[in-house]
């Protein structure tokens, strides 16, 4: 069955830092896969996406994500968080007609 | 930039009323879908409908729920008779095609709350 895996539940940094949120996920087909944010009160907005091709993959705000299927991981990073980054972040799989999401990490920036 | 929309923001409602949950997908989407998502929890899938008919459902998407395209550009769902777990924030999204191949674009969200 197909699951995703967000195991840290908060994380806090500070302005500045380096962030990587941690995204696990089971399919047990080529995996489509996707980051999303949400402020608070607000939508769901698309970060990136991974289809095929390049594994390392860019989006916006000056996130990437890294596809690794050795390890069905598809981790998010940012070298330099900046304050108006804080807001929960979900990592999910596309498969047939609907997604499945994670259950989010809430990020924290300490200024 | 197109987007989703959906109305109301918030919807107050008392135990066994019905609602319905109105969305205005991107106007060239053919694929359109309802997630929930419960308070401290996660975004879970309700429903998909493509072609005018429901493409697939989840477990929770049961006999209280219903969608419909009533005209070329709303959708909506309806719950017949509500029930104090069914608060939450219900997601509206729209995609051209589905889910493997296609970005879904999410509206704001209405939150429910069944008192």
């Known amino acids: 069955a197909q699951s995703v895996t967000q195991p840290d539940i908060h994380i806090t940094v500070s302005e500045g830092a380096s962030l990587e949120l941690r995204c696990n996920y089971s399919?047990?087909?080529?995996?489509?896969l996707f980051w999303y944010v949400q402020s608070p009160g607000q939508g769901l907005q698309l970060l990136l996406k991974?289809?095929?091709?390049?594994?390392l993959v860019q989006g916006i705000k000056g996130f990437e994500a890294e596809f690794k299927r050795s390890q069905s991981s598809f981790n998010l990073r940012k070298p330099s968080v900046h304050w108006s980054d804080a807001a929960e972040y979900f990592c999910?799989?596309?498969?047939?007609?609907?997604?499945?999401f994670g259950s989010g990490t809430k990020l924290n920036v300490k200024p | 930039e197109p987007e989703v929309t959906q109305t109301p923001s918030h919807q107050v409602t008392q135990m066994g009323q019905e609602v319905i949950l109105r969305c205005v997908p991107i106007?060239?989407?053919?694929?359109f879908y309802w997630y929930r998502q419960i308070l401290g929890q996660k975004v879970e899938f309700l429903v998909s409908?493509?072609?005018?008919?429901?493409?697939?459902k989840s477990e929770i998407f049961d006999d209280q729920f219903s969608v419909e395209r009533p005209d070329g550009s709303n959708f909506t769902l309806k719950i017949r008779s509500t029930k104090l777990e069914d608060s939450a924030m219900y997601f509206c999204?729209?995609?051209?095609?589905?889910?493997?191949?296609?970005?879904?674009?999410f509206g704001p969200g209405t939150r429910l709350t069944v008192l």
């Open positions: 999910a799989v596309g498969a047939g007609d609907k997604f499945y």
């Open positions: 999204a729209s995609s051209r095609g589905t889910s493997g191949g296609n970005e879904q674009f």
């Open positions: 106007s060239n989407h053919l694929y």
């Open positions: 399919y047990g087909a080529t995996p489509y």
């Open positions: 991974y289809f095929s091709g390049d594994t």
């Open positions: 409908f493509y072609n005018n008919e429901i493409s697939e």
